[in-house]
């Protein structure tokens, strides 16, 4: 029996891997936990592998499985599926292999659930960088993640999370929709769903976790394709839950503006870096956004970054 099941969705990120299981093995509670890794990689499943060889000597019991099916969605839809499984499981935490908790993190998470009696909750995400480039890490995907504690409207990632076991099971599978598994937006759909059904939300940011930020983000190109995914997949949430006229107006509005917007920015604050980048992702983000509304998709999760 485990009261926490720390989940880890994982996919070629071996080394990375070894640095989150090292680090949950510091962690200071008392709390029964078990951790489980569902591996991507059916090929070569490096996952799996590390913590069948780590298994016997975890200060934690140790769980893995591989996932033959590509997608995110896939991958946290197997951790769920067991996780609720597990006996006197009440909730469920969620990390990324890229990151690494802090060593009161966990305790952190449930302090803040049982002050707000929230059934979803968002940590917050510190980000280290191998390469210096101040202009480049203001921006989404490579700045850190962090926000005041207490209740709030909805969460942004599924990468530092905790859920109660009654909050998935009111959902029926799969909680992470197929459908975004190797596009992302996956976790906002999941979140939009669960708001439908009257859950309640909070941050915890003393439920700090840290993240890589491999140097090969930290580039203009990979910036703006980051704009076009988040902009593709939010789009299609929107189809999916809110496909009325009036929500389709606004943000047929909201893509018109950026296009307008975005080259007069360019033309008048392109010489400042930061505003140039600005204005780039802004068109980029709209882009996104427009050619999902012909039905088409950005599978920004094609690509690994990180070891």
Known sequence: MAEVVIAIPTFRRPKSLARLLDALEKLKTLRSILVLVADNDAENHEGHDLCQGLRARFRWPLESVIVPQRGIAQVRNALVARALKVKGAKFIAMIDDDEWPSE????RFLRVQAATKADALQGSILFAHEAENDWAKEHEGLSSIRRATGVVDMLQGAGNILLTRDCLE?????????????TGGEDREFFVRLAQAGMRFAWADEAVAFADVPAARLNLKWILKRAYSVGNSDMRVTLKHFPGRLRMTRELAVIAGAFVVSPVLLLALGYQQKRRLDALTLMSRAAGKTVALFGRRYDAYSVTHGE
């Open 104 to 107: 009161d993190w966990l305790d």
């Open 170 to 182: 009111a959902l029926e599978a799969p909680w992470f929709d197929p459908a975004f598994a190797l």
